[in-house]
């Protein structure tokens, strides 16, 4: 069984601040590890993945997560936040005995960011 | 490049009526399609995974009696959500998979009134 927690679902920082926003996950078999942000009334947009390798992984717009084996967690890291990424960001596995053809997803983070 | 398109955008039905969405992969072969839906204020769940030539597997809590899929070439999928009512509204995403990405398209919001 797979799952993915979020612990906070509303997080507001302000702009020029660094972020972090915590994934755990939960999975009976080897997973992909995803991030994705979606902005208002639209629909998901790839911020970055985990296959394997370094477990620091860089995405778009200046996102970085690290893979902890040992935590199983996913954290999403930014440097300094601009307003235009305030979004829901949702953290997703993709197991393997699906062929990493499906997502669970966490139940996102609200991210504010104050001008 | 790789694109999903997801269509309608936007739909309202009646309470007890039927809506059909449609999903076409363009710039790629979708060898599977997974469909899930977004309900209010909540995550996405997973309704089902289709895969070309095998059977379309639901999860927990959805069936193929009120969302039948299709998913009859490796371009396009539908599903179909049979007597909406109101815990069905909310945003429908399909993710197309080739070889190696799953593509999300934009999504289709579902208002039942």
């Known amino acids: 069984a797979q799952s993915v927690t979020q612990p906070d679902a509303r997080v507001t920082v302000s702009e020029g601040a660094s972020l972090q926003l915590r994934c755990k996950y939960s999975s009976s078999v080897t997973p992909y590890l995803f991030w994705y942000v979606q902005y208002p009334r639209q629909g998901l947009q790839l911020l970055l993945k985990?296959?394997?390798?370094?477990?620091v992984v860089q995405g778009v717009n200046g996102f970085e997560a690290e893979f902890s084996k040992s935590n199983s967690s996913f954290h999403l890291r930014k440097a300094s936040v601009h307003w235009s990424d305030s979004a829901v960001y949702f953290c997703?596995?993709?197991?393997?005995?699906?062929?990493?053809?499906?997502?669970?997803f966490g139940k996102g983070t609200s991210l504010t960011v104050i001008p | 490049g790789a694109l999903v398109y997801q269509y309608p955008r936007r739909t309202i039905c009646k309470s007890g009526t039927s809506m059909r969405m449609e999903c076409q992969a363009v710039g790629f072969q979708a060898t599977s399609v997974a469909w899930y839906r977004q309900s209010p204020q909540k995550t996405f769940e997973l309704i089902a995974l289709s895969t070309v030539n095998s059977a379309i597997k639901y999860e927990q809590n959805f069936t193929q009696e009120k969302f039948p899929i299709s998913h009859p070439n490796l371009s396009f999928s539908s599903m179909t959500v049979l007597n909406a009512y109101l815990e069905d509204r909310g945003l429908y995403l399909c993710?197309?998979?080739?070889?190696?990405?799953?593509?999300f398209g934009k999504g289709t919001r579902l208002t039942v009134v």
């Open positions: 985990y296959y394997s390798g370094d477990p």
């Open positions: 997703a596995v993709s197991p393997s005995n699906t062929g990493y053809q499906n997502f669970y």
């Open positions: 993710g197309a998979k080739d070889r190696g990405e799953v593509f």
